[in-house]
Protein backbone atom coordinates (compact mmCIF):
# COMPACT_ATOMS: atom_id res chain seq x y z
CA UNK A 1 0.00 0.00 0.00
CA UNK A 2 1.19 3.87 -0.56
CA UNK A 3 -0.62 5.29 2.13
CA UNK A 4 1.76 6.68 4.92
CA UNK A 5 -0.49 5.00 7.60
CA UNK A 6 -2.15 2.24 6.87
CA UNK A 7 -4.02 -0.51 8.94
CA UNK A 8 -4.26 -4.07 8.94
CA UNK A 9 -7.63 -5.13 10.08
CA UNK A 10 -8.19 -8.58 11.46
CA UNK A 11 -8.85 -10.80 8.76
CA UNK A 12 -9.37 -14.90 8.96
CA UNK A 13 -7.06 -16.78 6.59
CA UNK A 14 -9.01 -20.34 6.81
CA UNK A 15 -7.42 -23.44 5.35
CA UNK A 16 -7.65 -27.10 6.27
CA UNK A 17 -9.39 -26.26 9.62
CA UNK A 18 -6.48 -23.70 10.25
CA UNK A 19 -7.34 -20.42 11.02
CA UNK A 20 -4.95 -17.37 11.63
CA UNK A 21 -6.71 -13.96 13.32
CA UNK A 22 -4.08 -11.01 12.81
CA UNK A 23 -4.39 -8.46 15.47
CA UNK A 24 -5.76 -4.83 14.29
CA UNK A 25 -2.12 -2.68 14.63
CA UNK A 26 -0.42 -0.29 12.93
CA UNK A 27 2.07 -0.26 9.65
CA UNK A 28 3.36 2.88 9.80
CA UNK A 29 6.57 4.64 8.40
CA UNK A 30 5.92 7.47 10.65
CA UNK A 31 6.94 7.90 13.79
CA UNK A 32 5.21 8.48 16.66
CA UNK A 33 6.05 12.66 16.52
CA UNK A 34 5.37 12.68 12.85
CA UNK A 35 1.76 11.57 14.23
CA UNK A 36 2.00 14.38 16.70
CA UNK A 37 3.28 17.08 14.86
CA UNK A 38 0.68 16.27 11.85
CA UNK A 39 -1.75 16.77 14.92
CA UNK A 40 0.03 19.94 16.48
CA UNK A 41 0.71 18.56 20.17
CA UNK A 42 2.02 15.39 21.71
CA UNK A 43 -0.99 13.92 24.05
CA UNK A 44 0.32 11.96 27.00
CA UNK A 45 -1.83 9.91 29.54
CA UNK A 46 0.43 9.52 32.03
CA UNK A 47 -0.37 6.89 35.83
CA UNK A 48 1.71 6.62 38.46
CA UNK A 49 -0.41 5.18 41.78
CA UNK A 50 2.54 5.87 44.63
CA UNK A 51 4.71 8.38 46.26
CA UNK A 52 8.19 6.88 44.54
CA UNK A 53 5.79 6.45 41.27
CA UNK A 54 4.70 10.65 41.56
CA UNK A 55 8.34 11.40 41.15
CA UNK A 56 9.45 9.23 38.88
CA UNK A 57 6.33 10.78 36.59
CA UNK A 58 6.85 14.20 36.94
CA UNK A 59 10.68 13.86 36.11
CA UNK A 60 9.64 12.16 32.99
CA UNK A 61 7.05 15.01 32.69
CA UNK A 62 9.45 17.80 32.72
CA UNK A 63 12.06 15.79 30.66
CA UNK A 64 9.32 15.68 27.40
CA UNK A 65 8.65 19.15 28.04
CA UNK A 66 12.44 19.97 27.88
CA UNK A 67 12.87 18.03 24.56
CA UNK A 68 9.82 17.53 22.96
CA UNK A 69 9.92 19.48 19.78
CA UNK A 70 5.69 20.20 19.95
CA UNK A 71 3.49 21.10 22.88
CA UNK A 72 2.73 18.35 25.11
CA UNK A 73 -0.61 18.40 26.90
CA UNK A 74 -0.88 15.59 29.59
CA UNK A 75 -3.96 13.90 31.07
CA UNK A 76 -3.78 10.68 33.49
CA UNK A 77 -3.45 10.06 37.62
CA UNK A 78 -0.81 11.55 39.83
CA UNK A 79 0.18 13.12 42.90
CA UNK A 80 1.63 16.76 44.10
CA UNK A 81 4.95 16.38 42.04
CA UNK A 82 3.00 15.32 38.72
CA UNK A 83 0.48 18.26 39.49
CA UNK A 84 3.01 20.54 39.67
CA UNK A 85 4.42 19.46 35.82
CA UNK A 86 0.60 20.22 34.87
CA UNK A 87 -0.87 17.24 35.69
CA UNK A 88 -4.77 17.66 36.76
CA UNK A 89 -5.38 14.15 38.36
CA UNK A 90 -8.73 11.85 37.76
CA UNK A 91 -8.67 11.47 41.12
CA UNK A 92 -6.40 10.89 44.39
CA UNK A 93 -3.35 8.76 43.91
CA UNK A 94 -3.40 7.04 47.07
CA UNK A 95 -7.43 5.88 45.48
CA UNK A 96 -4.83 3.21 43.76
CA UNK A 97 -2.06 2.78 46.14
CA UNK A 98 -2.65 -0.56 47.43
CA UNK A 99 0.23 -3.36 48.00
CA UNK A 100 -0.95 -7.09 47.45
CA UNK A 101 -3.73 -9.16 47.36
CA UNK A 102 -4.76 -9.44 50.93
CA UNK A 103 -4.63 -5.05 50.93
CA UNK A 104 -6.58 -5.24 48.01
CA UNK A 105 -9.44 -6.94 48.99
CA UNK A 106 -11.50 -4.56 51.34
CA UNK A 107 -11.26 -2.05 48.29
CA UNK A 108 -11.64 -4.15 45.48
CA UNK A 109 -14.60 -2.10 44.38
CA UNK A 110 -13.45 0.88 44.61
CA UNK A 111 -10.30 -0.74 42.42
CA UNK A 112 -12.92 -1.71 39.72
CA UNK A 113 -14.28 2.00 39.53
CA UNK A 114 -11.18 3.90 39.03
CA UNK A 115 -9.80 1.27 36.77
CA UNK A 116 -13.22 1.67 34.71
CA UNK A 117 -12.95 5.21 35.33
CA UNK A 118 -9.42 5.27 34.07
CA UNK A 119 -9.87 2.90 30.81
CA UNK A 120 -12.65 5.29 29.81
CA UNK A 121 -11.08 8.66 30.44
CA UNK A 122 -8.24 7.53 28.90
CA UNK A 123 -9.88 6.23 25.67
CA UNK A 124 -11.70 9.61 25.55
CA UNK A 125 -8.08 11.54 25.64
CA UNK A 126 -6.86 10.02 22.45
CA UNK A 127 -3.18 10.23 23.65
CA UNK A 128 -0.32 8.85 21.51
CA UNK A 129 1.20 8.03 24.47
CA UNK A 130 0.35 5.59 27.22
CA UNK A 131 2.92 5.88 30.60
CA UNK A 132 2.15 3.32 33.69
CA UNK A 133 4.92 4.27 36.44
CA UNK A 134 5.03 0.90 38.80
CA UNK A 135 2.22 -0.15 40.51
CA UNK A 136 1.81 -2.87 38.61
CA UNK A 137 -1.30 -4.32 39.43
CA UNK A 138 -3.36 -1.51 38.40
CA UNK A 139 -0.81 -0.33 35.54
CA UNK A 140 -1.21 -3.90 33.73
CA UNK A 141 -5.09 -3.99 34.04
CA UNK A 142 -5.23 -0.78 33.05
CA UNK A 143 -2.94 -1.02 29.46
CA UNK A 144 -4.73 -4.44 29.13
CA UNK A 145 -8.32 -2.96 28.92
CA UNK A 146 -7.16 -0.24 27.00
CA UNK A 147 -5.35 -2.03 24.35
CA UNK A 148 -8.77 -4.17 24.29
CA UNK A 149 -11.03 -0.98 23.93
CA UNK A 150 -8.68 -0.05 21.09
CA UNK A 151 -8.95 -3.51 18.97
CA UNK A 152 -12.49 -3.87 19.48
CA UNK A 153 -13.15 -0.53 18.24
CA UNK A 154 -10.45 -1.38 15.26
CA UNK A 155 -9.00 2.26 15.84
CA UNK A 156 -5.08 2.96 16.25
CA UNK A 157 -4.28 3.36 19.78
CA UNK A 158 -1.58 4.70 21.47
CA UNK A 159 2.00 3.42 22.38
CA UNK A 160 1.81 1.89 25.59
CA UNK A 161 4.96 2.17 27.78
CA UNK A 162 5.12 1.03 31.32
CA UNK A 163 7.91 2.44 34.03
CA UNK A 164 9.90 0.41 36.18
CA UNK A 165 10.12 -3.20 34.84
CA UNK A 166 8.07 -5.95 36.85
CA UNK A 167 10.29 -8.29 39.45
CA UNK A 168 8.75 -11.35 37.29
CA UNK A 169 12.64 -12.22 36.80
CA UNK A 170 12.93 -12.87 40.74
CA UNK A 171 10.54 -15.84 40.95
CA UNK A 172 10.76 -18.93 39.37
CA UNK A 173 8.39 -19.66 36.35
CA UNK A 174 7.98 -15.87 36.52
CA UNK A 175 9.21 -14.71 33.09
CA UNK A 176 6.85 -16.50 31.32
CA UNK A 177 4.92 -13.61 32.61
CA UNK A 178 6.86 -10.99 31.03
CA UNK A 179 6.07 -12.97 27.41
CA UNK A 180 2.21 -12.46 28.70
CA UNK A 181 2.97 -8.51 28.98
CA UNK A 182 4.33 -8.32 25.62
CA UNK A 183 0.52 -8.56 23.90
CA UNK A 184 -0.39 -4.99 25.36
CA UNK A 185 2.81 -3.35 26.60
CA UNK A 186 4.89 -1.70 23.68
CA UNK A 187 8.08 -0.93 25.88
CA UNK A 188 8.97 -1.06 29.17
CA UNK A 189 11.95 1.28 30.92
CA UNK A 190 14.27 -0.95 33.41
CA UNK A 191 15.55 0.50 36.59
CA UNK A 192 18.04 -2.31 37.25
CA UNK A 193 20.57 -3.61 35.09
CA UNK A 194 19.63 -7.41 34.51
CA UNK A 195 16.19 -6.42 33.47
CA UNK A 196 16.43 -5.41 29.71
CA UNK A 197 18.03 -8.45 28.46
CA UNK A 198 15.42 -10.43 30.74
CA UNK A 199 12.65 -8.32 29.19
CA UNK A 200 13.70 -8.75 25.52
CA UNK A 201 14.29 -12.75 25.92
CA UNK A 202 10.98 -12.75 26.75
CA UNK A 203 9.98 -10.53 23.35
CA UNK A 204 9.41 -7.37 26.37
CA UNK A 205 11.64 -4.62 24.46
CA UNK A 206 12.95 -2.80 27.21
CA UNK A 207 15.41 -0.27 28.25
CA UNK A 208 17.49 -0.03 31.09
CA UNK A 209 17.42 4.00 31.31
CA UNK A 210 19.39 3.90 34.79
CA UNK A 211 18.21 4.14 38.51
CA UNK A 212 16.03 7.04 39.67
CA UNK A 213 18.49 7.68 42.71
CA UNK A 214 20.75 9.02 40.08
CA UNK A 215 17.90 11.97 39.77
CA UNK A 216 18.84 12.09 43.08
CA UNK A 217 22.17 13.09 42.93
CA UNK A 218 21.62 15.51 40.09
CA UNK A 219 18.93 17.15 41.61
CA UNK A 220 21.30 17.10 45.19
CA UNK A 221 24.16 18.71 43.43
CA UNK A 222 22.90 21.03 41.27
CA UNK A 223 24.73 24.15 41.46
CA UNK A 224 27.97 22.67 42.95
CA UNK A 225 31.42 21.94 41.83
CA UNK A 226 31.76 18.30 41.17
CA UNK A 227 33.03 15.49 38.91
CA UNK A 228 31.11 15.81 35.36
CA UNK A 229 31.58 12.20 35.04
CA UNK A 230 30.39 11.39 39.45
CA UNK A 231 27.03 10.61 40.46
CA UNK A 232 28.19 11.05 44.09
CA UNK A 233 25.29 11.52 46.74
CA UNK A 234 26.37 14.68 49.07
CA UNK A 235 24.91 15.92 52.21
CA UNK A 236 25.73 17.99 55.04
CA UNK A 237 25.34 16.27 58.47
CA UNK A 238 26.57 19.14 60.27
CA UNK A 239 23.82 21.48 59.15
CA UNK A 240 21.09 18.53 60.11
CA UNK A 241 23.14 18.02 63.55
CA UNK A 242 22.82 21.48 64.31
CA UNK A 243 19.19 21.56 62.92
CA UNK A 244 18.23 19.36 65.56
CA UNK A 245 19.91 20.32 68.35
CA UNK A 246 21.47 16.17 68.23
CA UNK A 247 23.93 15.87 70.96
CA UNK A 248 27.70 14.88 69.72
CA UNK A 249 27.41 11.64 71.78
CA UNK A 250 24.05 10.41 70.35
CA UNK A 251 23.59 7.48 68.76
CA UNK A 252 21.35 7.90 65.46
CA UNK A 253 19.57 4.89 64.13
CA UNK A 254 17.41 5.66 60.33
CA UNK A 255 13.67 4.03 59.51
CA UNK A 256 12.96 3.69 56.11
CA UNK A 257 8.92 2.61 57.28
CA UNK A 258 8.33 3.19 53.65
CA UNK A 259 5.30 4.99 51.18
CA UNK A 260 2.34 3.24 51.57
CA UNK A 261 0.15 3.05 54.66
CA UNK A 262 -0.17 -0.83 54.35
CA UNK A 263 3.53 -1.12 54.67
CA UNK A 264 3.94 1.55 57.47
CA UNK A 265 1.34 -0.03 59.61
CA UNK A 266 3.18 -2.76 59.43
CA UNK A 267 6.76 -1.81 60.26
CA UNK A 268 6.42 0.82 62.65
CA UNK A 269 5.51 -1.08 65.54
CA UNK A 270 8.15 -3.88 64.61
CA UNK A 271 10.66 -0.92 64.81
CA UNK A 272 9.24 1.04 68.25
CA UNK A 273 9.56 -2.58 69.63
CA UNK A 274 12.89 -2.64 68.33
CA UNK A 275 13.81 0.33 69.84
CA UNK A 276 12.55 -0.36 73.37
CA UNK A 277 15.05 -3.40 73.10
CA UNK A 278 18.02 -1.19 71.87
CA UNK A 279 17.63 2.13 74.35
CA UNK A 280 19.21 0.70 77.60
CA UNK A 281 22.46 -0.72 75.06
CA UNK A 282 23.66 2.92 73.34
CA UNK A 283 23.89 6.29 75.05
CA UNK A 284 21.16 8.59 74.03
CA UNK A 285 19.20 6.52 71.15
CA UNK A 286 17.89 9.03 68.96
CA UNK A 287 15.60 7.84 66.00
CA UNK A 288 15.31 9.51 62.20
CA UNK A 289 12.50 8.42 60.39
CA UNK A 290 11.81 9.67 56.96
CA UNK A 291 7.88 10.48 56.30
CA UNK A 292 7.44 10.08 52.57
CA UNK A 293 5.06 13.06 51.18
CA UNK A 294 1.51 11.13 51.36
CA UNK A 295 -0.87 12.07 53.62
CA UNK A 296 -2.23 8.73 55.17
CA UNK A 297 1.06 7.94 56.16
CA UNK A 298 2.62 11.37 57.66
CA UNK A 299 -0.86 11.46 59.98
CA UNK A 300 0.09 7.98 61.27
CA UNK A 301 3.62 8.21 61.88
CA UNK A 302 2.73 11.77 63.84
CA UNK A 303 0.28 9.80 65.78
CA UNK A 304 2.33 6.84 66.14
CA UNK A 305 5.32 8.63 67.71
CA UNK A 306 3.51 10.18 70.80
CA UNK A 307 4.17 6.84 72.10
CA UNK A 308 7.69 6.24 71.16
CA UNK A 309 10.17 4.64 72.99
CA UNK A 310 13.17 7.46 72.07
CA UNK A 311 13.08 10.42 70.71
CA UNK A 312 12.39 10.60 67.27
CA UNK A 313 13.10 13.33 64.24
CA UNK A 314 10.93 13.11 61.08
CA UNK A 315 12.45 14.07 58.12
CA UNK A 316 9.53 15.05 55.36
CA UNK A 317 10.08 13.55 52.50
CA UNK A 318 9.36 14.21 48.58
CA UNK A 319 12.13 15.57 45.91
CA UNK A 320 11.38 19.23 48.12
CA UNK A 321 13.23 17.83 50.65
CA UNK A 322 15.49 16.02 48.94
CA UNK A 323 18.70 18.00 50.74
CA UNK A 324 17.22 17.45 54.29
CA UNK A 325 17.34 13.96 53.75
CA UNK A 326 20.47 13.55 52.21
CA UNK A 327 21.98 15.83 54.92
CA UNK A 328 20.38 13.18 57.49
CA UNK A 329 22.20 10.74 56.00
CA UNK A 330 25.27 12.36 55.60
CA UNK A 331 25.32 12.45 59.57
CA UNK A 332 24.38 9.04 59.92
CA UNK A 333 27.41 7.76 57.78
CA UNK A 334 29.69 10.08 59.07
CA UNK A 335 28.67 9.28 62.74
CA UNK A 336 27.98 5.62 62.29
CA UNK A 337 29.39 4.63 59.37
CA UNK A 338 26.89 3.57 56.97
CA UNK A 339 25.32 0.54 59.03
CA UNK A 340 22.21 -0.50 57.19
CA UNK A 341 19.58 -3.39 57.82
CA UNK A 342 16.64 -4.52 56.39
CA UNK A 343 13.99 -5.65 57.57
CA UNK A 344 10.61 -6.71 55.92
CA UNK A 345 7.77 -8.23 57.09
CA UNK A 346 5.32 -10.24 54.55
CA UNK A 347 2.11 -11.65 55.80
CA UNK A 348 1.44 -13.17 52.54
CA UNK A 349 3.86 -14.64 49.85
CA UNK A 350 3.55 -15.04 46.12
CA UNK A 351 2.57 -18.91 45.20
CA UNK A 352 6.06 -18.65 42.98
CA UNK A 353 9.55 -19.86 44.70
CA UNK A 354 12.22 -16.98 44.44
CA UNK A 355 15.03 -17.35 42.24
CA UNK A 356 16.88 -15.01 44.89
CA UNK A 357 17.43 -15.41 48.23
CA UNK A 358 17.76 -11.54 48.58
CA UNK A 359 15.21 -8.31 48.67
CA UNK A 360 17.69 -6.03 49.32
CA UNK A 361 19.05 -3.99 46.09
CA UNK A 362 22.61 -3.99 47.03
CA UNK A 363 22.82 -7.51 47.89
CA UNK A 364 20.58 -8.80 44.62
CA UNK A 365 22.62 -6.45 42.18
CA UNK A 366 25.95 -7.88 44.24
CA UNK A 367 24.62 -11.44 45.10
CA UNK A 368 26.17 -11.21 48.44
CA UNK A 369 24.51 -10.61 51.72
CA UNK A 370 26.07 -7.23 52.55
CA UNK A 371 22.85 -5.86 54.15
CA UNK A 372 21.34 -7.89 56.99
CA UNK A 373 17.79 -9.01 56.15
CA UNK A 374 14.99 -10.22 58.69
CA UNK A 375 12.19 -11.30 56.08
CA UNK A 376 9.04 -13.12 56.77
CA UNK A 377 8.86 -14.70 60.32
CA UNK A 378 12.20 -13.83 61.49
CA UNK A 379 11.13 -9.83 61.00
CA UNK A 380 10.87 -9.61 64.49
CA UNK A 381 12.15 -7.00 66.82
CA UNK A 382 14.86 -9.05 68.67
CA UNK A 383 16.06 -10.45 65.19
CA UNK A 384 16.48 -6.46 63.89
CA UNK A 385 17.90 -5.38 67.26
CA UNK A 386 20.56 -8.52 67.60
CA UNK A 387 21.47 -7.67 63.38
CA UNK A 388 21.67 -3.51 64.58
CA UNK A 389 23.88 -4.25 67.60
CA UNK A 390 26.02 -6.67 65.55
CA UNK A 391 27.03 -4.43 63.20
CA UNK A 392 27.08 -1.16 65.24
CA UNK A 393 30.02 -2.62 67.29
CA UNK A 394 31.95 -4.19 64.30
CA UNK A 395 34.35 -1.81 61.84
CA UNK A 396 34.85 -4.46 59.43
CA UNK A 397 31.15 -5.34 58.40
CA UNK A 398 30.68 -1.47 58.19
CA UNK A 399 33.87 -0.93 56.02
CA UNK A 400 31.84 -3.81 53.87
CA UNK A 401 28.83 -1.52 53.46
CA UNK A 402 30.77 1.88 52.34
CA UNK A 403 32.36 0.00 49.84
CA UNK A 404 29.18 -1.59 48.67
CA UNK A 405 27.17 1.51 48.20
CA UNK A 406 29.63 2.57 46.10
CA UNK A 407 30.08 -0.43 43.58
CA UNK A 408 26.24 -0.28 43.90
CA UNK A 409 26.35 3.04 42.40
CA UNK A 410 28.08 2.01 39.72
CA UNK A 411 25.97 -0.89 38.57
CA UNK A 412 23.23 1.73 38.51
CA UNK A 413 24.21 3.95 35.73
CA UNK A 414 23.24 3.45 32.04
CA UNK A 415 25.47 1.64 30.06
CA UNK A 416 27.09 4.17 27.35
CA UNK A 417 25.34 2.33 24.70
CA UNK A 418 21.99 3.07 25.72
CA UNK A 419 23.13 6.51 26.68
CA UNK A 420 24.45 7.07 22.90
CA UNK A 421 21.48 5.35 21.32
CA UNK A 422 19.00 7.72 23.26
CA UNK A 423 20.69 10.92 22.29
CA UNK A 424 18.72 13.64 20.81
CA UNK A 425 20.21 14.49 17.29
CA UNK A 426 20.08 18.42 17.75
CA UNK A 427 21.60 17.79 21.58
CA UNK A 428 24.71 15.97 22.88
CA UNK A 429 24.33 15.07 26.70
CA UNK A 430 27.23 15.35 28.43
CA UNK A 431 27.30 13.68 32.24
CA UNK A 432 25.24 13.74 34.50
CA UNK A 433 22.84 15.08 31.85
CA UNK A 434 21.50 11.66 30.34
CA UNK A 435 19.40 10.85 33.28
CA UNK A 436 17.14 8.14 33.50
CA UNK A 437 13.65 10.64 33.22
CA UNK A 438 15.48 11.89 29.95
CA UNK A 439 16.58 8.93 28.50
CA UNK A 440 13.14 7.48 29.03
CA UNK A 441 11.96 10.97 26.94
CA UNK A 442 14.05 10.67 24.79
CA UNK A 443 13.01 6.81 23.44
CA UNK A 444 9.64 7.81 23.75
CA UNK A 445 9.62 10.42 21.51
CA UNK A 446 11.84 8.88 18.80
CA UNK A 447 9.69 5.60 19.00
CA UNK A 448 8.53 4.18 16.31
CA UNK A 449 6.11 0.87 15.83
CA UNK A 450 8.24 -1.96 15.21
Known amino acids: ?62 SLKKISPVPIRFS ?68 EQLRARYDQQRADGPVHFHFVAPSFWAWKGGEARLRVLSKFVDHVFCILPNEEAVCESNGLAATFVGHPILEDVLELNMGKETASHEWKITGNGEDFRERYAIPSGATVITLLPGSRLQEVTRMLPIFSNTMKLLKDSFHELITVITVAPNRLVDNYIARAIDTWPVPAILVPGGTQHLKLKYDAFNFLCRRAKLPYVRPELLLWSCSLPAKIPYISLPNILLDSPVIPEALFQACTPAKVASSLKE ?33 PQDMKWTPPGYTPSMIAASTILSYKQR
Not at 398 to 412: D, N, R, S
Open 391 to 423: LMNDAVLQQQQIVAAEKVMELLRPPNRTVNNSE
Open 76 to 143: GVGGSMMSNQGLKSLFPMENIAVMGIWELLPHLYNFRVKLKETVEAAFQFQPHVVVTVDSKGFSFRLL
Open 1 to 62: MSMSLAAIRCVKICKSSICLTRRYLWVSSKSLMDRAAMEGELRVFIVAGEVSGDTIGSRLMA
